[in-house]
């Protein structure tokens, strides 16, 4: 009998709803466990480092790898499987784009830690104590913690990624399909997004409500409003990513009446995807007048979390523009 081909997941700066959207394939894991050998996923597995350094170049036939990267070891860990994996696959918002992780590009890392074990109100800490990367204790031994980037980055600005695989989290469908693509040796041309390349509003179940001409005299946010189940969200003043977001993830959080925050990212045709949206919106506002435009976009208080949720890191934004640099290149 031929060997299973083997397979990894791993996880590195996300919420762990990746790791859950593999189990939630329910009884259809059972499947996926008969047609590979998983040879790496300390989420659900004792597998350590070693093991995947024990292993040839090449020898993991395609690694998921979840999450974005911001410390030392998920880079180390990104290199290391990259070399082991013969196909790196960017699985969910986070390694294909940055994720929700990477909004913490509007801060420097010395804000961030400053606030967090500084300054936030629940922490108490007069001596203004940090962890270290390394220390050693009172017994001589010495310790070491991973080291904070300056920026969070998707997965395919630290190793080339092959694939991505969208969402947040991916769904069980397209996570489904894209296995079996690689198990069938049926890939489509490195880079591809394993996803369909159109916009979610022609998959959208209120597709024939939206209007040919959107006007807006205002945003309302969808927890301070009541919406109409039946109605196009945007011909409601409620901005929904539909439009410059790739399909595939079923509609699930409109058929759930609240609308799309764009975790499945853009299509091929669009460079920004925060910036596809926003200039749509901006061309639509009924005011001509800046008092009244501006009364109009104060409708939406978070732009950036609103546009650039799930892809800070990979826009053309990408950082906070003071963040330090080293010899004039953008810092780790």
Same mark, same amino acid.
């Given at each position: 009998?031929?060997?299973? +081909?083997?397979?990894?997941?791993?996880?590195?700066?996300?919420?762990?709803? %990746?790791?859950? $959207?593999i189990v939630d394939f329910a009884e259809d894991i059972l499947g996926?466990?008969?047609?590979?050998?998983?040879?790496?996923?300390?989420?659900?597995?004792?597998?350590?480092?070693?093991?995947? *350094?024990?292993?040839?170049?090449?020898?993991?036939?395609?690694? &998921?790898?979840?999450?974005?990267?911001?410390?030392? *070891?998920?880079?180390?860990? =990104?290199?290391?499987?990259?070399?082991?994996?013969?196909?790196?696959?960017?699985?969910?918002?986070?390694?294909?784009?940055?994720?929700?992780?990477? /909004? =913490?590009?509007?801060?420097?890392?010395?804000?961030?830690?400053?606030?967090?074990?500084? *300054? %936030?109100?629940?922490?108490?800490?007069?001596?203004?104590?940090?962890? $270290?990367?390394?220390?050693?204790?009172?017994?001589?031994?010495?310790?070491?913690?991973?080291?904070?980037?300056?920026?969070?980055?998707?997965?395919?600005?630290?190793?080339?990624?092959?694939?991505?695989?969208?969402? !947040?989290?991916?769904?069980?469908?397209?996570?489904? =399909?894209?296995?079996?693509?690689?198990?069938?040796?049926?890939?489509?041309?490195?880079?591809?997004? /394993? =996803?369909?390349?159109?916009? &979610?509003?022609?998959?959208?179940?209120?597709?024939?409500?939206?209007p040919t001409n959107l006007s807006f005299a205002g945003f309302k946010? +969808?927890?301070?409003?009541?919406?109409?189940?039946?109605?196009?969200?945007?011909?409601?003043?409620?901005?929904?990513?539909?439009?410059?977001?790739?399909?595939? !993830?079923?509609?699930?959080?409109?058929?759930?009446?609240?609308?799309?925050?764009?975790?499945?990212?853009?299509?091929?045709?669009?460079?920004?995807?925060?910036?596809?949206?926003?200039?749509?919106?901006?061309?639509?506002?009924?005011?001509?007048?800046?008092?009244?435009?501006?009364?109009?976009?104060?409708g939406i208080p978070d732009a950036v979390g609103t546009f650039y949720?799930?892809? /800070?890191?990979?826009? &053309?934004?990408?950082?906070?523009?003071?963040?330090?640099?080293?010899?004039?290149?953008?810092?780790?």
């Amino acid at each position: 009998m031929p060997a299973k +081909p083997k397979i990894g997941f791993y996880w590195c700066a996300s919420c762990g709803g %990746c790791e859950e $959207a593999i189990v939630d394939f329910a009884e259809d894991i059972l499947g996926v466990l008969e047609a590979v050998d998983i040879v790496f996923w300390p989420c659900a597995m004792d597998f350590k480092k070693e093991d995947v *350094e024990s292993l040839p170049d090449g020898g993991i036939a395609a690694t &998921l790898l979840n999450g974005a990267i911001r410390t030392s *070891e998920q880079e180390e860990m =990104a290199r290391l499987l990259r070399r082991k994996s013969t196909y790196l696959i960017a699985y969910g918002a986070c390694a294909h784009m940055g994720g929700i992780p990477g /909004l =913490a590009n509007q801060f420097s890392r010395e804000e961030l830690l400053r606030y967090v074990y500084e *300054e %936030c109100p629940t922490v108490v800490n007069p001596n203004h104590t940090r962890p $270290a990367p390394s220390f050693t204790n009172k017994a001589g031994h010495p310790l070491s913690l991973p080291e904070l980037r300056n920026v969070v980055r998707s997965l395919d600005q630290v190793v080339e990624v092959d694939y991505y695989v969208p969402g !947040c989290p991916p769904t069980p469908k397209i996570t489904k =399909a894209a296995l079996e693509a690689l198990l069938k040796g049926q890939l489509p041309p490195k880079g591809t997004v /394993l =996803a369909p390349d159109i916009a &979610l509003c022609e998959q959208c179940p209120r597709k024939a409500s939206k209007p040919t001409n959107l006007s807006f005299a205002g945003f309302k946010r +969808p927890h301070l409003t009541a919406t109409d189940p039946e109605l196009c969200l945007l011909a409601q003043g409620i901005v929904c990513m539909g439009p410059a977001t790739r399909a595939g !993830c079923e509609a699930v959080c409109i058929c759930g009446n609240m609308p799309c925050t764009g975790c499945f990212g853009p299509t091929s045709r669009v460079r920004d995807h925060g910036a596809k949206m926003l200039s749509s919106l901006c061309a639509n506002v009924a005011p001509k007048q800046t008092k009244e435009i501006n009364e109009v976009l104060a409708g939406i208080p978070d732009a950036v979390g609103t546009f650039y949720r799930y892809g /800070l890191p990979t826009s &053309l934004l990408r950082r906070k523009v003071d963040l330090p640099m080293n010899n004039g290149k953008e810092a780790r």
